[in-house]
């Protein structure tokens, strides 16, 4: 018995929490209602078109099995065909380009947000959103007739002095000879990264532009109070602030650098042997490889390209979510070291 009961005087009330309730009105209702619908409209459609591609792609995926994701070569009329190669292919070419239009985007976001002159900052950004409307076919012909031969130096230079890695090493040739031939160093995996690279870049930098310009006034005019120079304002409260808008510009440009076609279709050289050389001449992409094969495919093997498109948008979607759960827990915008 508690000593409030022994002196026979009552309990006194316990407060309790009153719950905060917000009353949506009629126009925050219909504004939830359409934002939820149209969530579930995008999922409905990206699971149609998996479903879509899986029963198109099961005849082909039934004969071969696992070997589907093991053969180079691309036979499907005599059930001999998988995507090892041109897997193999589409990674090299979205690594290059990666490679090649993250530090480039980095650097023009940076610049036009934290660097350039206010009235050139919006020249730079409308010039930089026209890079991202150019049509794929531009850059592929841009790359096929101009690029591919004013590249063939650098090209031989990296194989000469970087040939001892085997992904610089090019077939045929020996570091310092002269007279090798230009031909093997073109149509390959990195002039088609380059051109992919320039046509992800302004991708790239408009996302990474907008969260950079978000970085905190407060935490930037300390760090100058502080002492820090542009460069170490940028580096201690821009950078981290920005780190998940890197993170997903990045991971948007890979995706758009996965599913290229045009412009690597109008560059490569297709060969269907997994080709890990990226200065040697033949390359193949997933997405190359349906624009190929569609024209004049048969019924099975157009099963088998649906098989192949199966794959690519699978990787696809693995990119995508990678991205969204390194976004998710990098918290840009959550702390800065200034």
Not at 115 to 128: C, E, Y
Not at 183 to 204: D, R
Not at 277 to 303: K, R
């Amino acid at each position: 018995m508690s000593a409030v009961e022994a002196s026979g005087e009552p309990e006194p009330d316990r407060p309790v929490p009153r719950r905060l309730l917000t009353a949506r009105g009629l126009g925050d209702r219909l504004f939830r209602y359409q934002l939820t619908a149209t969530g579930l409209a995008v999922l409905t459609v990206m699971a149609a078109v998996g479903l879509f591609l899986l029963l198109r792609a099961a005849q082909a995926l039934r004969v071969r099995g696992w070997k589907f994701l093991t053969t180079a070569a691309w036979q499907p009329d005599v059930h001999n065909f998988g995507i090892a190669a041109v897997l193999t292919g589409t990674l090299l070419i979205a690594a290059v380009a990666v490679t090649i239009s993250v530090p480039l985007a980095v650097g023009t976001a940076l610049f036009i947000s934290h660097v350039a002159p206010r009235r050139l900052r919006r020249t730079l950004v409308t010039m930089v959103d026209l890079m991202a409307a150019v049509p794929s076919v531009v850059y592929g012909l841009w790359g096929l007739f101009f690029l591919q031969q004013h590249v063939i130096g650098l090209s031989r230079w990296l194989s000469d002095w970087l040939g001892w890695i085997p992904l610089f090493t090019v077939d045929g040739t020996r570091p310092g000879e002269p007279l090798a031939s230009e031909s093997v160093y073109t149509a390959s995996t990195f002039v088609a990264g380059i051109v992919v690279a320039l046509m992800v870049a302004p991708i790239q930098c408009s996302v990474m532009r907008e969260v950079f310009a978000q970085a905190p006034a407060g935490e930037r005019e300390g760090a100058y109070a502080l002492g820090a120079t542009r460069w170490g304002m940028i580096r201690a409260v821009v950078l981290p602030y920005g780190k998940g808008g890197i993170i997903g510009g990045t991971m948007l440009g890979l995706g758009r650098a996965l599913g290229e076609t045009i412009a690597v279709y109008l560059i490569i050289s297709p060969v269907f042997v997994i080709q890990p050389h990226i200065l040697q001449t033949g390359s193949n992409s997933v997405s190359s490889l349906i624009a190929l094969h569609y024209g004049d495919a048969s019924t099975f093997g157009m099963s088998a390209l649906m098989a192949a498109g199966l794959a690519l948008f699978l990787l696809t979607l693995a990119v995508n979510f990678t991205a969204s759960s390194i976004v998710a827990r990098s918290r840009s915008g959550a702390q800065s070291e200034a």
